[in-house]
Nanobody
Framework: QPQLAESGGGLVQPGGSLRLSCAASGFTFDSYAIGWFRQAPGKEREGVSCISSSGGLTDYADSVKGRFTISRDNARNTVYLQMNSLKPEDAAVYYC??????????????????WGQGTQVTVSS
């Protein structure tokens, strides 16, 4: 059974940085795209950033371009999301999810199959 586990969330001041990690197990990691999604209270889940199985393709929401960087280490079965210049509106529960590469590369939440439990990111002074 595929499993994804997020870590690295926490409380940070505006302008600060966090690095989220998504550790995967139970599937052939380098055959799956991985996405980061977030959900704030009262809002729909939204795509933040995705990376293709090889790492050659990446996508970012307009709201995080230039501030967030996604990367993956297939040898460690881990995807990272480096978040810089954090803003209060970035506060949310962040989830990582997987999608089989054979299905094509997209960065839309309802096209991802397996999800982690999420990690809370709070941006506040």
């Amino acid at each position: 059974q595929p499993q994804l586990a997020e870590s690295g969330g926490g409380l940070v001041q505006p302008g600060g940085s966090l690095r989220l990690s998504c550790a995967a197990s139970g599937f052939t990691f380098d055959s799956y795209a991985i996405g980061w999604f977030r959900q704030a209270p009262g809002k729909e889940r939204e795509g933040v950033s995705c990376i293709s199985s090889s790492g050659g393709l990446t996508d970012y929401a307009d709201s995080v371009k230039g501030r967030f960087t996604i990367s993956r280490d297939n040898a460690r079965n881990t995807v990272y999301l480096q978040m810089n210049s954090l803003k209060p509106e970035d506060a949310a529960v962040y989830y990582c999810a997987s999608r089989r590469a054979l299905l094509g590369y997209v960065c839309v939440p309802n096209h991802y199959d397996y999800w982690g439990q999420g990690t809370q990111v709070t941006v506040s002074s």
